[in-house]
């Protein structure tokens, strides 16, 4: 059951506070923030109590979604809940952020009616919703005279209307209610956490990945999404040989029916409109290629006493994807003062950071097959022996677009019915970092 | 507008409202209406414009209906008689074609909250029980929960309570939620909605229907139903079965609640229940929201106090992110920390190690201790890695470092030569106390074996004058009595110098006791001062630690699912009892705690020198016996105050705690002889109460010892005048002399 909700700003600005059971104590917004600003470090933040009152909140988007609730609620439920808040907020208002959430409080005051009734959580299944939301969502779009792109020469089509823009899928879902075009996305997103050990052996790799279908087509009674048709799930079922696409678990919304996936690896589903996870799974300890990026370090001092750390890092990808923005973060010894750097293209930057204690190397392209290279020079006052110890693990932070770890592919997706010609079907494949390990 | 106040948006806003060419123009009139809500949630008051409100909600376009119901239930509480005018609004509401707007009206209706409106509400309630769409059914269910919430006491018609019964059969799956619901609040004095064997039944069968929402709550529900024999609780489970294994945690979560409440009586099936549900719950370990994960963790550290090796096969999943927050990282160092076994020791300790060197400060020393954890079992892989962290000269990391071998030492006495051979060659000064005094106290047990441990202490006692801790002064003190006695060449100018500082020169009255009591020893012979120096090194107890030993799941399984386990760490920082009780007779644990080696006297002056800043105690002007007996008997213009205190036997002398009473200014006066059952003491003090004088407390303690199980000291209090602020400080107080009494006893006679 859940008494009050309401959503800050990082900054503690009250954006939007509703109370379900008739208990006004507007004063709990402001002693929840203070509790989670003067909180110790080492103290976990998410559940926090106040006399019998207790904070579940979580993180989306910048703001804090908070929910008072009693002792014996179940915190999956109340986590849960408000992770599907906040997606159902997104869906309606397109990206979460604070105009967003100030500009459509009447929508969400109105969203938060219907999910909740009395504390008890009704339904956030947003077809049914769909019914019930009368309001139309203001979308912040600002204009911005630098962002021509879309407009062309005396009004005339651009090249460019070819390309979904990036913020294509962050729209409001109510949108294609005035003759927007409907338009709907599947993409695969997979993160990866991988250890490679200082002999370069691979000591963790997990894969966790979703497909997610964005739909923004009023009138879409079903879809099909075909999948590699060497898909297989657990150790034992290997089919066949050649280039098989195995995962460990898997697990699907509930809404997918699964008759055709035992034999053609078919997921049918009735998409609501919005966003959707269709699947989830996970693929442990095992990759079907080699890891996308290895490093050869080379640690030593040099006679004037700095530290030279001098960092070959090689992309195993295929030779026509690419990885974008890869960030490497190197950790340096305390004391760190200053950074000379060679770097082997001109866009590439590393600046030292001392408040993290780290020296970050970023590089905005790095295409698969090659290999760069950086030499870094850091001077360190009283630099011993064990300060080569603090030179500790190197974390990448990257995204692959275009490309799955597992494999995994979408070999099509069939609208039912037809959709008209103008209709647009985008099917996106990205894998980011969720952390990429490497010691040194 | 940020630059109108109040007011002047009041009224710009009503002028606004009261418009007629904005009533003629819906949209112009919604946009009013809007900013009225916009000036509302930005905390503006405009209660001033309800009846401005309550006129415009006789509207047909719905979105104006809702924003004026959202402000209408905002202030219905302080304009009652106004809230009448919309009665006949949302009446007529409910008669409407559409089923939306009778929802609307009904929700709203109800959510006014106010006493007087129930005549009108509770016709439209049961009519709306019988409407046609479920969505208004839906409503009309809670509403009655909520008009019973406004007047518990009033009586609840039976014939409602029979209809929501009957519409737990209704078609709509949440209908039937919603009247679990609201029959709970409903008959919350008669225990709750009755769960019998044909609710069950039907509740299980439905439960497909419901969403994850619903699922959840149907499953809690069913956590009160006893069946009634083993066949049917077999049945329920294999029903149950799918959802144990659900891609949603909640109800997965919630079938595992039902499972170990069902299974209460066949431990062996909730384990199994347990076995199968790890799957799940380590998804949801790695749920992209962070919050879920921690939550999924600290549920797994539930499971692992029941089935201790379970998840040591996947110890990988719970390696630290690069990127994740530190309660997160330190949660699963936690759960890593269970996990170690033969085989994937020497992976873990090496991940471990990364950690060590984490930017964040608390990460790095949780996982130093946690290294430290794992050393209790194998201890030399651990002790590489710690003696290698204190070649890397931080600070942090040292003193963490320092503390983790001082607490192995404690419990594996067979590491110390390796931990000899590290302190020789640590030569760092640490700012950290809690570090220092981990030093000194490894330099004072081991110091024969360390060879330039009286170099090391001598470095302290050179900059005496510039320590601060007082807890590092008394581990001073005692180290060096402790390496004057196995080295006492070396020593004595050293310890000599210590001395005359502390009792010349030391303002604090606890350092000085102790240095005072030392210097007598010493006159005392060297076989006297051994006998009190040399206390455990160890604790022989916990002997081989073979880890603890798998509890019961009726131990945690009422906490399943609840906050109480994310909560956790905030009261129980160590999830193991008899470990960290062992560790609490550790002579240098904290500061706060006194060490145990020091005499009961000294032990109380640390006590009053630390309780002294808070408030002050003090015996004079005296109380003559005849006036404590008139107060005492005097009979209700003092205050009164009643407890028990666990305590253990209770076999000092009288002379002993006087003393010690006397040394936090409490004065006794009067005891019954040593014999006598029940043994009686009586005692007062005044305590200062800041700038309103002070107050009079007289106490008496009565301890039985006719029920010999009952250890206890029954202590009664007056006051005068009455403050119970400070009453509750000095028992407090009292407790603690009591406590430090009784344990100081015990180690007394350990020595």
Not at chain 1, 155 to 161: F, L, M, R
Not at chain 1, 260 to 285: A, C, K
Not at chain 2, 438 to 463: C, N, Q, T
Request: proline share 5%; with cysteine.
């Amino acid at each position: 059951m859940i008494h009050q909700i309401f959503i800050l700003s990082s900054k503690g600005d009250h954006l939007l506070y509703k109370d379900f059971r008739g208990e006004t104590c507007s004063d709990l917004v402001n002693v929840f923030y203070e509790m989670v600003t003067a909180l110790p470090g080492d103290q976990p933040p998410v559940v926090m109590r106040h006399k019998d009152r207790y904070f579940v909140h979580v993180r989306q988007g910048g703001l804090f979604w908070v929910a008072t609730t009693t002792a014996d609620s179940s915190p999956f439920t109340i986590i849960e809940f408000l992770n599907r808040l906040s997606a159902l907020v997104k869906d309606y208002c397109g990206v979460l952020n604070e105009t967003n959430i100030t500009e459509n409080f009447a929508l969400i005051y109105e969203l938060l009616d219907e999910v909740l009734d009395y504390g008890y959580i009704q339904t956030t299944s947003s077809d049914i919703l769909k019914n019930f939301i009368q309001t139309e969502a203001v979308s912040s779009k600002q204009f911005n005279l630098f962002d021509l792109s879309n407009v062309g020469l005396f009004g005339a089509d651009t090249q460019q209307s070819k390309v979904a823009p990036s913020t294509a899928a962050t729209r409001p879902i109510q949108g294609s209610r005035e003759g927007g075009k409907s338009e709907i996305f599947v993409d695969v997103i997979e993160r990866m956490s991988v250890v490679i050990g200082s002999n370069g052996v691979l000591m963790k790799a997990d894969v966790e990945g979703e497909i997610r279908v964005k739909c923004y087509m009023p009138n879409c009674s079903e879809i099909r999404i075909g999948l590699n048709e060497e898909f297989s799930i657990g150790k034992s079922q290997l089919r066949g040989y050649g280039a098989a696409v195995r995962v460990d678990e898997c697990s699907f919304h509930q809404a997918v029916r699964l008759d055709e996936f035992d034999n053609h690896r078919i997921l049918r589903l009735s998409p609501s409109q919005g966003e959707l996870t269709v699947m989830q799974y996970l693929l442990s300890d095992e990759l079907p290629s080699a890891p996308p990026f290895r490093l050869f370090p080379t640690i030593e001092r040099d006679k004037g006493g700095r530290l030279i750390v001098y960092l070959k890092l090689r992309c195993d990808l295929p030779p026509n994807s690419v990885a974008l923005n890869l960030c490497a973060t190197v950790p340096v010894p305390r004391g760190s003062l200053s950074l000379s750097q060679e770097l082997s293209s001109p866009d590439q930057r590393a600046e030292l950071r001392p408040e993290s204690r780290a020296v970050v190397w970023n590089i905005p392209r790095f295409a698969g097959g090659t290999q760069l290279s950086a030499l870094f020079k850091l001077d360190i006052p009283d630099l011993s022996s064990a300060s080569l110890l603090e030179v500790g693990p190197v974390s990448l932070s990257f995204e692959l677009p275009k490309l799955t770890a597992t494999g995994l592919q979408i070999r099509f997706l069939r609208l039912s019915p037809i959709q008209p010609s103008q209709s647009q079907r985008w099917v996106r494949y990205v894998t980011h970092s969720d952390s990429y390990t490497i010691r040194v | 507008m940020p630059y109108l106040s109040g007011e002047e948006t009041v009224k710009e806003l009503r002028r606004a409202l009261c418009n007629p060419n904005v009533h003629s123009d819906p949209l112009r009139h919604r946009n009013a209406v809007l900013r009225v809500i916009r000036a509302m949630s930005q905390g503006v008051d405009v209660s001033a414009l309800f009846s401005e409100m309550v006129k415009a909600c006789a509207t047909v376009d719905i979105v104006q209906k809702k924003l004026i119901y959202i402000f209408l239930c905002s202030y219905a509480a302080v304009n009652p008689e106004l809230s009448l005018l919309v009665i006949n609004t949302l009446r007529k509401d409910c008669q409407d074609p559409n089923p939306m707007v009778r929802s609307l009206a009904l929700r709203n209706m109800t959510n006014l909250r106010l006493s007087s409106l129930v005549e009108y509400v509770e016709q439209p309630l049961i009519a709306g029980l019988r409407d046609r769409a479920a969505c208004v059914r839906r409503v009309a269910v809670l509403g009655w929960a909520k008009l019973h919430d406004l007047q518990p006491d009033s009586e609840i018609d039976a014939a409602v309570v029979n209809e929501l019964y009957s519409l737990l059969r209704d078609p709509d799956p949440v209908v039937m939620v919603n009247c679990l619901r609201a029959l709970e609040g409903i008959l919350k004095e008669e225990g709750g909605v009755v769960i019998n064997k044909p609710i069950t039944h039907h509740l299980l069968n439905r439960l497909k229907e419901c969403d994850i929402w619903g699922q959840c709550e149907v499953l809690k529900f069913l956590q009160r139903y006893q069946p009634q024999s083993e066949d049917e609780l077999f049945d329920i489970l294999s029903l149950l079965d799918a959802s144990l294994v659900s891609p949603h945690p909640p109800v997965m979560a919630a079938t595992v609640g039902l499972f170990l409440s069902l299974c209460g009586s066949l431990p062996a099936v909730g384990l199994s229940a347990l076995r199968r549900a790890q799957g799940p719950l380590l998804a949801a370990c790695g749920s992209g929201s962070r919050e879920m994960r921690f939550t999924a963790l600290c549920h797994i550290q539930l499971l692992l106090r029941s089935l201790p090796g379970l998840l040591g096969a996947h110890y990988k999943r719970f390696f630290c992110g690069y990127a994740e927050p530190a309660f997160i990282k330190q949660r699963k160092m936690k759960v890593l920390v269970e996990l170690v076994n033969d085989d994937n020791v020497a992976m873990l300790l090496d991940e471990m190690k990364g950690y060590c060197t984490d930017v964040n400060p608390d990460t790095a020393q949780a996982a130093i201790s946690a290294i430290g954890h794992i050393g209790r079992s194998y201890s030399d892989r651990s002790l590489e890695i710690l003696v290698g962290l204190l070649g890397l000269k931080q600070d942090h990391i040292t003193s963490a470092v320092v503390q983790t071998m001082r607490d192995l030492l404690w419990v594996c006495p067979q590491c110390s030569s390796t931990v000899c051979l590290a302190l020789e060659e640590c030569e760092d000064t640490m700012q950290d106390a809690q570090g220092r005094q981990a030093l000194l106290w490894m330099l004072g047990v081991y110091g024969e074996r360390i060879s330039s441990a009286p170099y090391k202490l001598e470095v302290f006692i050179d900059d005496v004058r510039n320590e601060t801790s007082a807890g590092v002064k008394l581990e001073l003190l005692t180290a060096s009595m402790r390496l004057f006695l196995c080295r006492p060449a070396e020593m004595q100018d050293m310890l000599g110098r210590l001395l005359h500082h502390y009792i010349e020169e030391e303002t604090d009255m606890c350092v000085r006791d102790q240095a005072l009591l030392y210097y007598r020893l010493l006159h005392c012979g060297k076989e006297e001062t051994e006998k009190v120096l040399q206390g455990r090194r160890s604790d022989p107890s916990l002997g081989v630690l073979i880890g603890p030993p798998a509890e019961s799941i009726s131990q945690w399984a009422h906490s399943f699912n609840t906050l109480a386990p994310l909560l956790q760490s905030t009261f129980k920082p160590d999830s193991k009892p008899q470990l960290s009780d062992a560790l609490r007779c550790d002579p240098v644990e904290t500061s706060g705690k006194t060490p145990a080696d020091c005499s009961p006297i000294t032990q109380l002056a640390f006590l009053t020198s630390s309780s002294a800043a808070p408030l002050s105690l003090s015996v004079s002007p005296a109380l003559s016996p005849e006036k404590f007996e008139r107060l005492w008997l005097q009979p209700r213009a003092q205050h009164d105050e009643h407890g028990k205190l666990q305590q253990t036997v209770f076999q000092c002398s009288a002379q002993s705690l006087q003393a010690s009473l006397q040394l936090v200014n409490v004065q006794t006066l009067a005891f019954t002889p040593a014999h006598a059952r029940p043994w009686k003491v009586y005692l007062y003090t005044r305590m200062q109460l800041d700038s309103r004088g002070s107050t009079l407390i007289l106490g008496e303690l009565v301890h039985c010892e006719e029920e010999p199980e009952e250890k206890t000291v029954r202590v009664t209090l007056r006051q005068q005048p009455r403050d119970d602020e400070t009453l509750k400080a000095f028992l407090s107080i009292l407790t603690t002399v009591l406590h430090t009494h009784s344990s100081s006893n015990e180690t007394l006679k350990d020595i």
